[in-house]
């Protein structure tokens, strides 16, 4: 059976370098079912949606990973988040014909932003320069700047399939200078087609035969947006009854479509009453009306 739609962790066992690698497929078909935007526009968030999914994995925590790029350029704003549940969605936004080429003509000057979310704790925000070939080359900076990791990131993605390889070094390892070199020059013989065509073991074998690798089990991914009509009603809350009052005597209605999966959401002015009373009752909610 053909692996898809799955994350796969791997570990040298006598070397200081561990990796992951992830195919996705159906997930990145729902995921771009709800974005515009050519082919090109299209493989920026099939390459960074596998990114995030290998991103999220390097960590433990309990909660989102999101990794966004922004730039006054073609591509204004790309979007990838997954849960520590492999849960996937992901939006772009920019012209709809843009020409091929390295980051800095498609986003023009900008940033790359990844933020950990934890259930547990403050959120966690890293920033770089979005400048490189490609976004697997920004990644690779992020790392080395910032977590002072040695990082190799292989990104790909086409009308069927989103894939990645990432390799990185374990910290605190003796000799892990020349064991890195070792893997590093084996794994740049790696192809895109061998990438979108083989399955993990399949692939490893042709990349590292001659060493002791140990692969764990495949951990699912699929896309599911986080969105619901109560997380709604509560940015409509935020928002505060002068301003949801205004919208009112302009439109009667509030409707609110999500960007990740194109559900749409309506809600008249006996919801919104309905949302304010409500919310303003909770509680110890510190809200006062």
Request: with cysteine.
């Amino acid at each position: 059976m053909i692996e898809q739609d799955l994350l796969r962790r791997f570990l040298f066992e006598e070397l200081g370098v561990r990796g992951e690698w992830v195919k996705l497929t159906t997930s990145w078909q729902a995921a771009k079912l709800h974005q515009r935007g050519s082919e090109i526009v299209q493989q920026q968030l099939g390459q960074a949606l596998a990114a995030v999914v290998m991103l999220s994995a390097t960590v433990k925590f309990k909660g989102s990973m999101i990794l966004q790029a922004q730039g006054d350029g073609d591509i204004k704003t790309l979007v990838a988040q997954a849960t520590d549940q492999r849960k996937i969605r992901g939006l772009v936004r920019g012209k709809e014909n843009i020409a091929a080429g390295p980051l800095e003509s498609m986003f023009g000057q900008g940033r790359l932003v990844l933020t950990i979310e934890s259930e547990n704790g403050a959120p966690y925000q890293g920033i770089v320069p979005l400048q490189g070939n490609n976004l697997a080359t920004v990644l690779q900076t992020y790392f080395e700047q910032s977590e002072q990791l040695k990082t190799r990131l292989w990104l790909f993605a086409n009308a069927t399939h989103a894939v990645g390889l990432l390799l990185q070094e374990l910290p605190a390892q003796e000799n892990y200078e020349a064991d890195w070199e070792h893997i590093e020059i084996l794994a740049n013989t790696v192809t895109e087609q061998e990438l979108f065509e083989l399955d993990c073991e399949q692939l490893l074998y042709r990349l590292f035969n001659q060493e002791k690798v140990r692969l764990f089990d495949a951990e699912p991914v699929e896309f599911s947006c986080a969105c619901s009509r109560p997380n709604i009603e509560k940015t409509l809350f935020a928002m505060g009854r002068t301003e949801l009052e205004d919208i009112l005597k302009e439109r009667d209605i509030i409707e609110v479509n999500c960007e990740f999966c194109s559900e749409h959401y309506r809600f008249d002015k006996v919801d919104v009453e309905n949302i304010l009373s409500q919310k303003s009752t909770v509680p110890n909610s510190g809200t006062r009306h």
